[in-house]
């Protein structure tokens, strides 16, 4: 998903600076707090059903690193990285196996067994290795006929295989939703769960239980109303239970929206029990998630005390895989005895801000933001729930810093990323020994390409004002005040502004005029203000905050689509195809084939940057001819958010359409695919040849 990204993109010439020496403003008031507390829900018991998982289970399990290819030597490998790296002492302890430990047929007496080939010592001697290493076994199977790989269920076998986990000195089970058994039906579902619950337990063994149902029962949708129903069900019968589906490579929308399925279910979580966001991706391979997007995972799966079971290639592990497993401060947020999971105080335009209770009496306080351009929050230490106090000790649990706060909590988080945070009471004089709470945010103000648009496009040249607040909510004043702003090399930021003292609870702000240097090229520019004080008797902090300017360059001359970067593309299926369709063949409408153009799949929608500069675009319009389907489109087009062309609906049979479109001194223009008559079946739309005629 794209979002709309504020950003600059302007070499700086840091003209004026500062003008009104940093005018102190007016006292910062805490911004008023859209409460959305979140009622409680039914839950009638309070303790673990089995005794187990009084804190929300740590390990590691295959599956998204290994799938369908997993062996007893990269268990027992990956086992091995867990006791050697230290992460099993830190509570890293379980060792799951996913789908495909088993062998496709059951043996004739029923019984499971693994798979001969990927597990030839069979499970109860992994189980007996990973004993003897500390460790404990996880294991997988299905509620129904077949596992999701379409291995043998445990329909039909719940007591036996429960008593065969047993025997094999299994401690864990992930029980799925697959292989659905004809005639199942809401009430025959809880009670097959009920029932392997119950199984594991008339087993003897202590065996956490870990299902699936709510998920795919439920479809992972808090509007859904079994989906309530089914958590509020599992919270009674299981340990853990998963809240969402199965995390995909988009890391926004994935952690995002894992979130946002979790937040309703805060009252359901007690020790023994906890909502389940899926596995860790610290650190697989296949993601490539940045350490921000790393750390912004492990802060809400410990805020929500969900937990935490990593799924990547242990033995490979970085540097930075380790750092991020193993932050003992956040682990302790996941893991407090307390069991209670962070609950929504308030919704700050993009910001979530949750709040969790530890059992010492510090909360935990996650600043999740989800636009694509930096947010400041603000709340208060009374408003996620602390006892009254003269000051607070505001930890961030990644940058690992300590600052004090006469009681309001302000920051800046950076986009689409969370910060976590734990805040505690300071004893009387206890404040004077930390720096002041402060925050610093950047903003440039490049206006919008049109009025509404979501882009902020400045072109080399153009001259941008940058702005930095800086606020103080610490105690302590903060004296001899300067405000610098940076920017990418070669562009020009001025000098450093001397704003002297800002008290508790106060800003101040400076603005600089950035030019974004001639031949600057198409691309998000940082920019990063700094301030820096003296506080306390002799003592130094700063504080940073940044902004981003995106630089673009209109096109020139007659250029195909093909050439030029979009400013965003949204496409229906797959990557958007340049120069060829979906499967790689050349673009063809009707038999004409087109070297140039693009290939979408409806529902699609793409914004170019025009700068005024173009007055014509033309193009050729239809279904790829790799379209066998019986689908439809329309093409609307949109010279700065006014429609300037509409095809109507395009099937297999239309005849190749011409549009020549006028767009002169627009900036940017948008080409949106829609479903055409609503059959969205095999929406192949092309572009062939689309050209632009620009000023040169
Ligand atoms: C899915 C489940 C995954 C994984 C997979 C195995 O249903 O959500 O976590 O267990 O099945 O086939």
């Known amino acids: ?56 289970p740590m390990g590691w399990n295959d599956w998204y690193q290994y799938r369908c290819t997993v062996t007893e030597d990269d268990v027992l490998a990956n086992a091995k990285a867990l006791v050697s790296s230290g992460l099993a002492r830190l509570g890293y302890r379980y060792v799951n196996l996913d789908d495909c430990w088993m062998a496709p047929e059951r043996a004739a007496d029923g019984q499971l067994q693994a798979d001969p080939t990927r597990f030839p010592h069979g499970i109860a001697w992994l189980a007996s290795q990973l004993h003897a290493m500390g460790l404990e076994l996880g294991v997988y199977e299905s509620f129904g006929d077949t596992t999701c790989q379409g291995l043998p269920g445990s329909y039909g076998h719940y007591q036996q295989d429960a008593d065969t986990f047993a025997s094999w000195g299994v401690d864990f089970l992930k029980f799925d939703y697959c292989g659905l058994p004809a005639g199942t039906t809401s009430a025959s579902l809880e009670a097959d769960y009920q029932a392997m619950s119950q199984d594991l337990l008339a087993s003897g063994r202590h065996i956490v239980f870990s299902e699936e149902l709510p998920i795919a029962a439920g ?67 296949g993601y490539n998630w940045t350490v921000q997007q790393q750390e912004t995972q492990m802060s809400i799966w410990a805020e929500l005390a969900s937990p935490l079971i990593d799924s990547s290639d242990l033995t490979n592990m970085s540097a930075s895989t380790m750092q991020i497993l193993s932050n003992r401060a956040v682990i302790a947020v996941d893991q407090d005895p307390l069991g209670k999971q962070g609950q929504l105080v308030a919704q700050q335009g993009t910001v979530d801000v949750v709040a969790k209770p530890l059992a010492n009496g510090d909360v935990a306080v996650l600043l999740a933001n989800t636009s694509a351009a930096p947010q400041q929050a603000s709340t208060t ?32 988080v950076p986009a689409e990323s969370a910060m976590l945070l734990r805040v505690s009471p300071l004893p009387g004089l206890a404040a004077y020994a930390f720096p002041p709470l402060t925050d610093v945010s950047a903003t440039a103000q490049v206006p919008p390409a049109y009025p509404g648009s979501q882009f902020e496009v400045a072109q080399p040249g153009q001259t941008v004002p940058v702005t930095a607040m800086f606020q103080n909510e610490g105690l302590a004043p903060a004296t001899d005040v300067s405000l610098s702003l940076a920017g990418p090399s070669g562009w020009a930021t001025g000098s450093p502004v001397s704003v002297g003292t800002v008290p508790t609870g106060q800003e101040t702000d400076g603005t600089w005029q950035v030019t974004v240097p001639a031949g600057t090229a198409a691309g998000d520019y940082t920019l990063t203000a700094t301030t820096a004080y003296n506080w306390g008797p002799r003592r130094t902090a700063s504080e940073s905050g940044q902004t981003e300017i995106q630089v673009d360059t209109p096109p020139a001359g007659t250029p195909t689509l093909d050439g030029l970067s ?9 990557p958007v195809g340049i120069n060829e369709n979906y499967y790689g063949g050349p673009l063809s409408i009707h038999g004409v084939v087109y070297p140039h153009g693009l290939w979408v799949n409806s529902v699609a929608t793409l914004y170019y940057y025009l700068g005024g500069n173009c007055s014509a675009f033309n193009v050729d319009l239809g279904l790829d001819d790799s379209d066998k389907g019986t689908g439809a489109v329309d093409y609307e087009f949109y010279a700065d958010g006014n429609q300037v062309y509409n095809s109507g609906v395009v099937t297999n049979s239309t005849p190749t359409i011409h549009a020549s479109v006028n767009v002169t001194g627009a900036n940017v223009l948008e080409l949106y695919v829609g479903e055409g008559n609503g059959t969205i079946n095999y929406g192949n739309a092309d572009f062939g040849n689309p050209q632009l005629t620009c000023a040169s």
Do not use: C, K
Request: hydrophobic fraction near 45%.
């Open 219 to 285: 479809d992972a949708n808090p509007a859904n109303a079994n989906y309530l129903p089914y958590v509020a069900y599992s919270s009674q019968i299981a340990n853990m239970w998963r809240v969402a589906p199965d995390l995909t490579t988009n890391f926004n929308s994935t952690i995002f929206g894992h979130l946002a399925n979790d937040l309703p279910l805060a009252s359901y979580a007690h020790p023994g029990a906890w909502n389940d966001l899926d596995m860790l991706l610290t650190g697989a391979s």
């Open 381 to 412: 230490a009374q408003a996620v729930g602390l006892h009254p106090a003269g000051a607070y000790a505001v930890s961030d649990l990644w940058v690992n810093t300590t600052r004090e706060t006469a009681g309001v909590i302000a920051a800046t």
């Open 566 to 574: 979009w400013l965003s593309a949204v496409n229906g299926y797959g």
């Open 1 to 56: 998903m794209h979002h709309p990204r504020r950003r600059l993109r302007i070499p700086a010439l840091l003209i004026a600076a500062l003008s009104a020496a940093a005018a102190l403003t007016a006292a910062t008031a805490p911004a008023a707090l859209a409460h959305q507390l979140i009622s409680p829900q039914r839950q009638t018991r309070s303790q673990s059903y089995n005794g187990l998982a009084l804190t929300p």
